[in-house]
């Protein structure tokens, strides 16, 4: 059973290592699916067809022939979607008998998850057999194999090359199955079991419900949902019944999926809906399964320690599944949140549970796919359903950093359906903060001002008990933590490069954690009521992996020396223990807390209940947040910005435990728990008087919506609580709260108003003087300023910054039944009927006045009143003349009894509501019990915690500066600053213009920080500071730039000697990295009131702006920067006009340093002095260097200098240098200085000197001759395959000893040794204009070739200064060069035709020059030859950018572009790698490897040695023998065995190439390119496979370019004699009885239409034929690559002949003839040619043991290629299927022979017996007699047919009529006779 389920456990362990770390965004995938070939394929006489189906999209192959097809076929898939929703689509391969049109034409199939393929390495499965099956019949075999190759390729991946193997075609198909090692397939059925759901939210409309309570029915809104369940597998998909309006179904149900195991896909998907009877089902959320963590095969484990029993099939429960999705509320209106319910991103809401059970069986007998669940088996699950009690309790510490104040806000916490407050379904529980109204913070930010009262709220709920499985799961995440909190201080160590000795102390403590953390025991199973199979299992697993990482811990511990080698090892435990912290089986749902503004859910987050839960058993087993107070950011739902807008930081102390053990919660409680009855007085004003004469509809004492009715003696304590105080009034504190507060300035507004009749004049208005809504405000004369306050103005001023008149009004018009305009225009109209205008008066607070902030607010009411003007309106709390009713609130607070602490909060559930007995109103007890729950709902009890104590903290952020910001500017640049805010202060930095690396160098002081709490327990959960970054604009909002958190270090005294230090924290705007923070926080605690224990307080660079003190900004050193300044390339235009004089501005650390002009781009882009050199202070930690900024400015007429560009430079490691060390290369490359010396160098490069030293003789050959043998065996493409590893298709040319070239799988400038072709130059991109939010970068506008230089410079000035870096430099005029370009092939280029294929050609565009190769179009393929060397000259470096563009020809409509590819010719020409022309291994003067570059190899090496600075070359004993460089090199170290051929050159230019080439230069190579195009910029469109070569024309002429031109197929002739047959099936049955058949065959090559076949011999009684027939296959041969070429249109409207390059194959089957019916096949033979079966010379030899299974190798000595035998004769076996074995169908003798087009000209041969019917020439078979058609010859029927068989019984009817003649002549003449004897007697 282990054995069976290997492949999950290699899945599990291939995606912790690959990782899917992509942005959950809808991006660009490009599948590529490759089909091979097909092997086994069963039936008889097939013509199969491969259909793959991708994400809905199917493309299929083409038709083919044959039980073995050969395909080679590529298929493309582009999609655009989310990668979660790629990965879990399916790939369909379908094979299909195209000759069928019956419904079973389908031969067999195959199913794989495209997240399988993208967790294989390299995104890829190559070259794999992939095993077919009938989906159908699970008792079936194998329906044969196909070998494909699959891509899946997101943005910026590369497809894995393809490489055939040599030995692949005679490859065991099992050995390279897509399947692990030594797995047998077979089949298995899971067995779901549904068993119920509970808590489904309403899905349909209650109208009819509410219809049903208008007329006195019961509604029953809870039920109002027809669930059922789609389970979908593998392409599988099975629903169970639907149980009408019930939310809690019950379906009893088992589905059986049956499949082949393993299987490849991952996921069951469970999906419930609501079936709709008219529309579309609406989906109710989404669970999943997932194999690899419910199943496990222990494989490896047991394989690498003799482990055995760790494997385990797929196992499940039964245990409940959550359902997550959109929030549970029910609208008529479409759900935006739809998607969430299909599990598309994180679900907002609790949707139900769902109880499941899956058992893997390993048999397939039940065919049902979904049947009832047998009662036992429901009684079972009862157990694991038992319920128990948990109480939840969440303390709000602080919510903070809220961006709008205005309405007033709540929180919400629910788990599961307990505590939504707008369920109906659920008891009412206190699970919601009362509504506060947020406080500015004086800052940017508004918080919520709880101060010392915390709210809380607590539920209780029922779920099963899983703490065993939770317990082990909280263990293993501690475990986990830890153990990734020494990893990040083991690789900070590690980059801070600190002592080898504090290394190891770092390390041996991270070892001796693990040590102790892998020695505990998980929680034991036994006598658990609800264990299940699979949590047995899983227990075993981690115990075993926790065992091992503690072997590997001990033995690292003892025997390591190398404390970075150990890394990995350490990775992998920590990837190893948080898969093991996974737990499928978890049933109880998260925690999920709600901000709800104005009854409007707006915000939430999600909790595991795991990491809050309580554990009874072991401290470690507690969540991570158990009891502790956390920080958690909230997020809106669906958010399209991934978070870029904050709605409120959190910090919440969470605890969650079984009722039975609550009192736990009393060591985690702090401060003081207390509940608040609550009721409301209500009065009213009546003539001048408050009282309750004028309360319409409302009571005395009521609730807060005024309409239930409450006293004060209906009140009574909970049990476990007591009456702390008696009644008090306690104003509600967000009525506390002024609109002003927390402002510095404020403006205070009044509409004056002002109504007339269309047309007459204007007077004051019936409320003359309103507020913005047009409620009554009081008149501005009696507004006062409030104490500590101050005006800024002396009077009352008319807005006029509005649409308004010079006056200030705007006008309107009222259409009724509306008594305000809805709208407001600044023109006066006849028909307006109101006008308003906007008084305001600013005020600013008093300095000199201390206002009471923790008092009472200045002008509340001293009783306490709240007033509005009218009931139900808005409440405030100075009276006004308007108002007329009033209320204020009376609350009498409780206490918990002392025996049970703070767990009383936990007893409040329904404990509040009031006693309505007393009320002489009551009604009925049913409208008493309603009643009652009706007050309990709106007083639901009221908690709060405490603190009577706060501490008093200071703290200190230092933000010193920030880098790779977003460009949120159209200059290129940003203006950032930044808000930092923590807990309820926030603070804000200085704005730094026109940067993308600001430095703040800013520390902010947040003074006097209250925090309530133990300072030992908030040491252990600090808030963080969050850092906000913002682009300032002075017109517009400012825009975000991004968000980071930075913990803080926490001093508690102030001797403690923590010195904080700078560190990068990432920038996030959303899911993207936004750039980077250097910054570092303290928070210190305050022990003294005047501040007198904290730290001095750092120098201030401006007031109130202090800088970041010594100690913790970076140490810095001079440094010097030397900058080359090459030039500047590809200037786009700036607001339309072209770049023509432009300077560059380098900015570092402060200095700045500026080019000259670059007087004329166009004539050369180069700048006049190249070096310029600047002094930096600069940090001595590289992680601390500020980046060098360069600016690009265009000088332009009137003295405009703007900005045009600018780039980035962020790393400057790879820049720094020693400046004493000697440099090898003083200039780049020997060419250059050669262009630069004397014109007097002599370039000869026609060889006087023999072709080989006279010691060695090659006979007496002509060159001509030579060339010409040579031509016919090798070519240029025989050097490239033998370089590629293709030795099959390079002929003879190794064993030649010719030379191969290198061959890069991809860019020249990536390949890593020659470091990007930039050794002298880099090429900065230049950016321009804002980052949008669609792309990643800003638009690329130029580039700025340059290079740095850096190094320290001395600290006394009075030592010399290192020298300079940048000497010697080559000469930066314009060059002009012959280019050649060499295009040899494409690869997997993307189809642009509707056929799946494109018509491939060359588009080169250097400079101005273009050439439009569309003449030379290669038709329908994917992978062109195209063999093509193109000339050009161009001027660098004007000219330096090559593009090469494959094109798709299309007759009638443009040609598209497949992709194209851009060579910086200028980087390979100032390269010193020698770019330019590429060194080959030998220097040859004659033959295909021809000298082709302009200077000899000794020329080359001399002015190699003249750069670096070394002696001439020198020459000994005839060149064999060189000294250089200080060394001694001879001819024959390089050259010993190996083949010395005639083409090779003198000695000493051999030998000089030979060292050049140890010198670390380019070698004659062929680069892959990637082709991109616009239509998807980040994915592959293809490859081409080429080089560049480029020559100064200064350097003379270049050598003979290589012909590359493709190879042409050679025409052969296959002829093919049929001798003879035996052992034929007998088909049929004769007239007479006899079995027999009217044999002939048929042949063909297969790709070729040319189909032959022989006359038929009639009447085979035995199964022999005779014929003598002779076929003639003429085809098309590529002897080097061992392919037949076909050319043939696909149809007949096809413009163009497809090209198809097939294996040389013969086909020969036989058939029996039937003149009045379909002919009936026998059996069929398949020879591949180059690996022909040889054959029996006797009939009786032959065998079907012959041809070999597939399944097998063949054996090498039973195999002949008949391209070099030329001819074979014998007999060879047909072979049939029958019920899916082999049987011998007959057997053939026949002669094969292959001639070339040549040799059949000298001995021709016709078909069949046709003339010129020689060589052999063919008699007319000798068949019996008995062989003929029977109806065409009656004669010879009636002889060899009826006579042959008849002949006695014919005999004996002749007799019998004999006899009987005689006896009826007898008969007939004896009375006469006897009459006559009578009458005449004798």
């Given at each position: 059973m282990a054995g069976q389920t290997s492949a999950a456990a290699k899945r599990i362990t291939r995606k912790s290592k690959t990782g899917r770390s992509l942005p959950n965004k809808p991006q660009d995938f490009q599948i590529r699916f490759r089909v091979i070939e097909g092997r086994q394929l069963p039936g008889n006489n097939i013509k199969p067809v491969v259909k793959v189906s991708i994400c809905n999209q199917t493309h299929r192959t083409r038709i083919k022939r044959g039980n073995n097809p050969f395909f080679d076929e590529l298929l493309f898939y582009n999609v655009n979607m989310l990668p979660a929703d790629l990965f879990d689509e399916i790939i369909t391969v379908r094979v299909y008998d195209s000759n069928s049109l019956r419904s079973d034409s389908l031969m067999g199939e195959f199913k794989i998850d495209i997240g399988y393929v993208y967790d294989e390495p390299g995104h890829s499965v190559v070259r794999k057999w992939l095993l077919l099956q009938d989906p159908d019949d699970a008792s079936s075999g194998a329906k044969g194999y196909l070998k494909v190759s699959m891509f899946v390729l997101g943005a910026g991946d590369e497809p894995m090359l393809e490489k055939k193997d040599v030995n692949e075609?005679?490859?065991?198909?099992?050995?390279?199955?897509?399947?692990?090692?030594?797995?047998?397939?077979?089949?298995?059925?899971?067995?779901?079991?549904?068993?119920?759901?509970?808590?489904?939210?309403?899905?349909?409309?209650?109208?009819?419900?509410?219809?049903?309570?208008?007329?006195?029915?019961?509604?029953?809104?809870?039920?109002?949902?027809?669930?059922?369940?789609?389970?979908?597998?593998?392409?599988?998909?099975?629903r169970t019944k639907v149980i009408e309006k019930n939310a809690n179904p019950e379906w009893n149900q088992a589905v059986n999926l049956q499949i082949k195991f393993p299987s490849m896909c991952e996921r069951i998907r469970l999906t419930v809906y609501d079936w709709d009877r008219l529309t579309k089902n609406d989906c109710v959320g989404t669970a999943y399964l997932n194999l690899s963590k419910i199943a496990s095969s222990g494989g490896e484990v047991e394989a690498a320690t003799g482990e055995s029993g760790l494997g385990f099939l797929p196992a499940f429960g039964p245990c409940y599944l959550t359902l997550y999705g959109s929030p549970r509320e029910f609208t008529g209106f479409p759900d935006p949140y739809d998607d969430l319910n299909y599990g598309k991103g994180e679900g907002v809401a609790y949707r139900g549970r769902i109880l499941v059970e899956l058992v893997t069986k390993l048999d397939v007998s039940n065919e049902k796919k979904i049947e009832d669940i047998p009662n036992d088996d429901i009684l079972v699950t009862e157990k694991y359903q038992r319920r128990r009690k948990f109480s939840l309790s969440v303390v709000f510490h602080s919510a903070t950093m809220l961006t709008e104040g205005g309405e007033a806000i709540q929180f919400e916490v629910s788990i599961g359906n307990y505590g939504n407050k707008f369920d109906t379904t659920c008891k009412p529980l206190a699970s919601t903060t009362q509504y506060s109204r947020p406080m500015f913070d004086g800052n940017h930010y508004y918080y919520l001002p709880w101060s010392n009262v915390k709210p809380v709220v607590t539920l209780t709920s029922y779920w099963e008990n899983v703490s065993h499985r939770l317990d082990a799961v909280n263990i293993l995440q501690n475990m986990a933590d830890r153990l990734e909190a020494?990893?990040?201080?083991?690789?900070?160590?590690?980059?801070?490069?600190?002592?080898?000795?504090?290394?190891?102390?770092?390390?041996?403590?991270?070892?001796?954690?693990v040590l102790e953390d892998t020695s505990c025991q998980l929680p034991?199973?036994?006598?658990?009521?609800?264990?299940?199979?699979?949590?047995?299992?899983?227990?075993?697993?981690?115990?075993?992996?926790?065992?091992?990482i503690k072997e590997s811990a001990r033995k690292l511990r003892e025997e390591a020396t190398d404390v970075k080698a150990t890394l990995p090892d350490i990775e992998d435990w920590l990837l190893k223990v948080y898969q093991m912290a996974e737990e499928p089986q978890n049933s109880m749902p998260d925690v999920i807390i709600w901000m709800i503004q104005g009854e409007r859910r707006v915000a939430y987050a999600r909790v595991s209940a795991a990491s809050v839960l309580f554990s009874t058993s072991h401290a470690e087993a507690c969540g991570k947040y158990c009891g502790k107070?956390?920080?958690?950011?909230?997020?809106?739902?669906?958010?399209?910005?991934?978070?870029?807008?904050?709605?409120?930081?959190?910090?919440?102390?969470?605890?969650?435990?079984?009722?039975?053990?609550?009192?736990?919660?009393?060591?985690?409680?702090?401060?003081?728990?207390?509940?608040?009855?609550?009721?409301?007085?209500?009065?009213?004003l009546m003539f001048g008087k408050w009282g309750t004469t004028g309360l319409v509809g409302k009571h005395k004492f009521s609730d807060v919506t005024g309409k239930i009715k409450l006293k004060k003696e209906s009140f009574l304590p909970p049990k476990g609580w007591e009456w702390e105080s008696d009644w008090i009034v306690d104003p509600e504190r967000s009525m506390l709260i002024e609109a002003d507060a927390g402002h510095t300035e404020f403006a205070d507004e009044v509409y004056e108003n002002e109504s007339r009749f269309p047309g007459g004049e204007w007077k004051a208005a019936d409320?003359?003087?309103?507020?913005?809504?047009?409620?009554?405000?009081?008149?501005?004369?009696?507004?006062?300023?409030?104490?500590?306050?101050?005006?800024?103005?002396?009077?009352?001023?008319?807005?006029?910054?509005?649409?308004?008149?010079?006056?200030?009004?705007?006008?309107?018009?009222?259409?009724?039944?509306?008594?305000?305009?809805?709208?407001?225009?600044?023109?006066?109209?006849?028909?307006?009927?109101?006008r308003r205008r906007r008084l305001m008066r600013q005020r600013k607070k008093d300095p000199k006045a201390a206002a009471d902030v923790k008092g009472r607010p200045p002008g509340q009411d001293p009783e306490g009143w709240e007033y509005a003007a009218l009931i139900g309106w808005k409440f405030h709390i100075k009276q006004r003349s308007s108002d007329t009713f009033r209320r204020r609130r009376w609350r009498r607070k409780m206490a918990p009894s002392d025996r049970i602490g703070s767990a009383a909060i936990f007893k409040l559930e329904g404990a509040l509501g009031a006693d309505m007995s007393a009320d002489d109103d009551s009604k009925s007890s049913g409208k008493d019990k309603e009643t009652a729950t009706t007050v309990f709902g709106a007083n639901t009890p009221i908690v709060s915690c405490t603190f009577g104590k706060s501490f008093v903290y200071h703290l200190r952020c230092y933000i010193y500066q920030a880098r790779h910001l977003k460009a949120l500017d159209k200059d290129s640049f940003s203006d950032p600053y930044a808000y930092v805010s923590f807990l309820h202060q926030s603070k804000k930095t200085e704005i730094v213009h026109a940067t993308l690396n600001p430095t703040w160098d800013q520390t902010l002081l947040f003074n006097d920080l209250e925090i309530y709490g133990d300072p030992q327990i908030i040491a252990k959960n600090l808030p963080d500071v969050v850092i906000e970054l913002f682009d300032y604009d002075q017109v517009g909002k400012d825009e975000f730039l991004g968000r980071s958190i930075c913990p803080p270090v926490l001093k508690l005294s102030g001797t403690t000697d923590i010195t904080p230090k700078l560190l990068w924290y990432p920038v996030q705007n959303g899911s993207k990295q936004a750039g980077d923070v250097l910054v570092a926080a303290e928070l210190i605690l305050k022990t003294k009131a005047d501040g007198s224990d904290l730290p001095i307080v750092p120098p201030q660079r401006a007031p109130k702006l202090y800088m970041v003190p010594q100690g913790i900004r970076p140490v810095v050193q001079l440094t010097a920067v030397e900058i080359l300044t090459w030039g500047l390339r590809n200037m786009k235009p700036y607001q339309l006009a072209a770049v023509t004089s432009p300077s560059l501005i380098i900015q570092c650390g402060g200095e700045v340093v500026e080019t000259a002009v670059i007087k004329n781009v166009k004539k050369n882009p180069n700048f006049p002095s190249s070096v310029l050199f600047m002094k930096v202070l600069m940090p001595k930690e590289e992680m601390y260097t500020p980046p060098v900024i360069v600016k690009v400015i265009d000088h332009r007429p009137f003295g405009r200098k703007p900005v045009v560009g600018q780039c980035t430079i962020e790393s400057l490691e790879e820049f720094r240098c020693d400046p004493f060390v000697e440099k090898m290369d003083v200039a780049p490359q020997a060419r250059m200085c050669l262009m630069s010396a004397p014109r007097d160098v002599i370039i000869d490069i026609d060889d006087k000197k023999p072709l080989l030293a006279s010691k060695r003789d090659f006979g007496v050959k002509s060159t001509a001759h030579l060339a010409e043998k040579e031509e016919e065996t090798v070519d240029w493409w025989s050097k490239f395959f033998a370089s590629t590893g293709d030795h099959d298709k390079c002929g003879q040319y190794v064993q030649k000893g010719y030379d191969g070239l290198k061959v890069y799988d991809c860019e020249l400038e990536d390949v890593p040794?020659?470091?990007?072709?930039?050794?002298?130059?880099?090429?900065?991109?230049?950016?321009?204009?804002?980052?949008?939010?669609?792309?990643?970068?800003?638009?690329?506008?130029?580039?700025?070739?340059?290079?740095?230089?850096?190094?320290?410079l001395p600290d006394d000035p009075g030592m010399p200064p290192p020298p300079r870096q940048f000497r010697e430099l080559p000469d930066s005029g314009p060059q002009e060069c012959i280019v050649r370009i060499y295009i040899v092939r494409g690869i997997d280029l993307q189809p642009k035709d509707s056929n799946g294929l494109c018509d491939p050609y060359v588009k080169i565009v250097l400079g101005k020059k273009v050439i439009e190769?569309?003449?030379?179009?290669?038709?329908?393929?994917?992978?062109?030859?195209?063999?093509?060397?193109?000339?050009?000259?161009?001027?660098?470096?004007?000219?330096?950018?090559?593009?090469?563009?494959?094109?798709?020809?299309?007759?009638?409509?443009?040609?598209?572009?497949?992709?194209?590819?851009?060579?910086?010719?200028?980087?390979?020409?100032?390269?010193?790698?020698g770019a330019t022309c590429g060194v080959p291994q030998s220097y040859c003067t004659t033959g295909i490897n021809t000298w082709r570059d302009q200077l000899r190899p000794t020329q080359l090496l001399q002015n190699l040695a003249r750069l670096k600075g070394f002696p001439q070359p020198a020459f000994l004993d005839d060149g064999n023998r060189i000294s250089y460089g200080g060394k001694d090199y001879t001819l024959n170290e390089f050259e010993a065995n190996k083949i010395l051929h005639p083409h090779l050159g003198p000695p000493d230019e051999r030998l000089a190439l030979h060292v050049l080439r140890t010198q670390g230069l380019v070698p004659e190579h062929v680069e892959t390119r990637t082709l991109y195009s616009s239509f998807q910029p980040n994915l592959s469109q293809g490859r081409i496979q080429m080089w560049v070569d480029v020559f100064p024309k200064s350097l003379g002429p270049p050598g003979t370019p290589f012909d590359i031109t493709p190879r042409k197929a050679k025409k052969y002739v296959l002829r093919v004699i049929i001798w003879n047959t035996s052992d034929v099936i007998l088909q049929e049955k004769s007239i007479t009885g006899e079995e027999m058949s009217d044999i002939y065959v048929k042949g063909w090559m297969p790709g070729f239409d040319d189909k032959q076949k022989t006359d038929v011999h009639y009447r085979s009684l035995g199964g022999e034929g005779n014929f003598n027939w002779r076929y003639v296959f003429p085809f098309e041969y590529l002897p080097a690559e061992q392919l037949?070429?076909?050319?043939?249109?696909?149809?007949?409207?096809?413009?163009?002949?497809?090209?198809?390059?097939?294996?040389?194959?013969?086909?020969?089957?036989?058939?029996?003839?039937?003149?009045?019916?379909?002919?009936?096949?026998?059996?069929?033979?398949?020879?591949?040619?180059?690996?022909?079966?040889?054959?029996?010379?006797?009939?009786?030899?032959?065998?079907?043991?012959?041809?070999?299974?597939?399944?097998?190798?063949?054996?090498?000595?039973?195999?002949?290629?008949?391209?070099?035998?030329?001819?074979?004769?014998?007999?060879?076996?047909?072979?049939?299927?029958?019920?899916?074995?082999?049987?011998?169908?007959?057997?053939?003798?026949?002669?094969?022979?292959?001639?070339?087009?040549?040799?059949?000209?000298?001995?021709?041969?016709?078909?069949?017996?046709?003339e010129p019917n020689m060589n052999p020439k063919l008699d007319p078979p000798n068949r019996p007699e008995t062989s003929f058609l029977w109806f065409t010859n009656p004669c010879k029927t009636m002889k060899y047919i009826v006579w042959r068989k008849f002949k006695w019984i014919f005999l004996g009817i002749i007799l019998l009529l004999i006899v009987l003649l005689f006896v009826g002549v007898f008969l007939y003449s004896l009375p006469n006779y006897v009459s006559m004897k009578i009458i005449k007697p004798v």
């Open positions: 075609d005679q490859e065991d198909i099992e050995s390279n199955l897509l399947m692990p090692a030594g797995i047998a397939l077979r089949w298995i059925t899971f067995v779901l079991k549904i068993y119920r759901a509970e808590d489904i939210p309403q899905m349909d409309d209650a109208f009819a419900q509410s219809v049903k309570e208008m007329f006195g029915g019961d509604s029953d809104k809870k039920n109002l949902v027809d669930p059922f369940v789609e389970v979908s597998f593998a392409g599988k998909m099975i020494n990893v990040t201080a083991l690789k900070t160590a590690m980059l801070a490069n600190v002592s080898d000795s504090r290394l190891a102390e770092v390390w041996l403590k991270l070892i001796d954690q034991e199973l036994e006598g658990k009521p609800n264990i299940t199979a699979l949590d047995i299992q899983i227990r075993k697993l981690r115990m075993f992996y926790l065992e091992n107070t956390q920080t958690v950011f909230l997020k809106h739902p669906q958010d399209k910005t991934n978070g870029a807008k904050l709605p409120v930081q959190l910090r919440v102390n969470i605890w969650l435990g079984l009722s039975a053990v609550e009192q736990k919660f009393n060591s985690y409680a702090e401060g003081t728990f207390s509940v608040s009855a609550e009721m409301y007085e209500n009065q009213a409320e003359q003087y309103t507020d913005v809504n047009g409620e009554k405000s009081a008149p501005p004369g009696e507004i006062d300023c409030p104490p500590g306050w101050q005006w800024e103005s002396d009077a009352w001023s008319y807005d006029i910054n509005r649409a308004v008149d010079e006056k200030g009004w705007e006008y309107g018009f009222v259409i009724p039944p509306d008594t305000k305009p809805k709208s407001w225009s600044a023109a006066e109209k006849m028909y307006h009927t109101h040794e020659f470091y990007g072709l930039t050794d002298f130059c880099k090429t900065f991109k230049l950016e321009r204009g804002r980052t949008e939010d669609d792309e990643d970068d800003p638009s690329i506008v130029g580039e700025f070739k340059g290079s740095f230089k850096i190094y320290p190769d569309r003449d030379h179009y290669i038709p329908n393929t994917l992978n062109p030859e195209f063999g093509r060397m193109y000339e050009l000259s161009c001027f660098l470096p004007q000219e330096k950018d090559l593009k090469i563009s494959v094109f798709d020809f299309d007759m009638l409509t443009r040609d598209e572009k497949v992709g194209d590819t851009v060579i910086d010719l200028e980087n390979r020409f100032l390269s010193r790698f037949c070429v076909v050319a043939k249109k696909e149809h007949f409207w096809s413009l163009d002949k497809t090209e198809f390059r097939v294996p040389p194959k013969l086909l020969i089957q036989i058939w029996d003839n039937d003149k009045f019916s379909l002919d009936d096949y026998l059996g069929y033979l398949e020879l591949n040619l180059h690996n022909i079966i040889v054959p029996t010379k006797t009939s009786s030899k032959c065998n079907i043991d012959m041809i070999p299974d597939d399944k097998q190798p063949v054996k090498p000595k039973s195999v002949t290629n008949l391209f070099e035998q030329k001819s074979i004769k014998g007999w060879w076996p047909c072979i049939a299927e029958k019920d899916g074995t082999r049987i011998l169908a007959g057997k053939v003798e026949m002669t094969l022979e292959i001639v070339t087009e040549k040799e059949a000209e000298e001995r021709p041969s016709g078909k069949a017996r046709d």
